[in-house]
T-cell receptor
Framework: DVKVTQSSRYLVKRTGEKVFLECVQD?????MFWYRQDPGLGLRLIYF???????EKGDIPEGYSVSREKKERFSLILESASTNQTSMYLC????????????FGAGSRLTVL | AQSVTQLDSQVPVFEEAPVELRCNYS??????LFWYVQYPNQGLQLLLK??????LVESINGFEAEFNKSQTSFHLRKPSVHISDTAEYFC????????????FGTGTRLLVSP
């Protein structure tokens, strides 16, 4: 089974801090995604990547950036955290061909004070 | 563009009762449909999927969903729920061609009580 590991389960940061959320997968999946999950809003796509160094904006990219220097690692960066970025962040991957099933990490719950 | 509507944000039900969680989608092209489940403090995991063929799909833990193209629906059902089914359920859709990017509904929280 593909494993998707999000290194930080819970983080508390202050407004204005730079925040890194890391996601690592242990299979050879091309595609990686960052979603945020908020009550009543479901999952919304922030950014995705279909190859190393390639990235595409999702539906809500404002205030975020990403980095994919290696195939197995996809980082979400909050350059200057704000309180409205308090949320659950979910990383997911899929293989990149055929009818794909997303495999999710356990999530990173970020609180910005 | 695609969209997914889950009208019920929360569904309370007693143990061993039947349940239906509703999902409607809109898309101008053919789609794949999914149900994901999220247990407390966990990420999402796939429950079942419709890709093609039989419109009725089943999961290993007794859930089923039926793809209804004319009504653009993919409702999830279980004839008899358990306490352990308490979780949040997300319906999702993606198109069948090109780069596949899932669009999720807002989720339905199933609360099973004894």
């Amino acid at each position: 089974d593909v494993k998707v590991t999000q290194s930080s389960r819970y983080l508390v940061k202050r407004t204005g801090e730079k925040v890194f959320l890391e996601c690592v997968q242990d299979m050879d999946h091309e595609n990686m995604f960052w979603y945020r999950q908020d009550p009543g809003l479901g999952l919304r796509l922030i950014y995705f990547s279909y190859d190393v160094k390639m990235k595409e904006k999702g539906d809500i990219p404002e205030g975020y950036s990403v980095s994919r220097e290696k195939k197995e690692r996809f980082s979400l960066i909050l350059e200057s955290a704000s309180t409205n970025q308090t949320s659950m962040y979910l990383c997911a991957t899929h293989r990149g061909s055929g009818a794909n099933v997303l495999t999710f990490g356990a999530g990173s719950r970020l609180t910005v004070l | 563009a695609q969209s997914v509507t889950q009208l019920d944000s929360q569904v309370p039900v007693f143990e061993e009762a039947p349940v239906e969680l509703r999902c409607n989608y809109s898309s101008s092209v053919s789609v794949y449909l999914f149900w994901y489940v999220q247990y407390p403090n966990q990420g999402l995991q796939l429950l079942l999927k419709y890709l093609s063929g039989s419109t009725l799909v089943e999961s290993i833990n007794g859930f089923e969903a039926e793809f209804n193209k004319s009504q653009t629906s993919f409702h999830l059902r279980k004839p008899s729920v358990h306490i352990s089914d308490t979780a949040e359920y997300f319906c999702a859709v993606t198109w069948t061609t090109g780069f596949q990017k899932l669009v999720f509904g807002t989720g339905t929280r199933l609360l099973v009580s004894p």
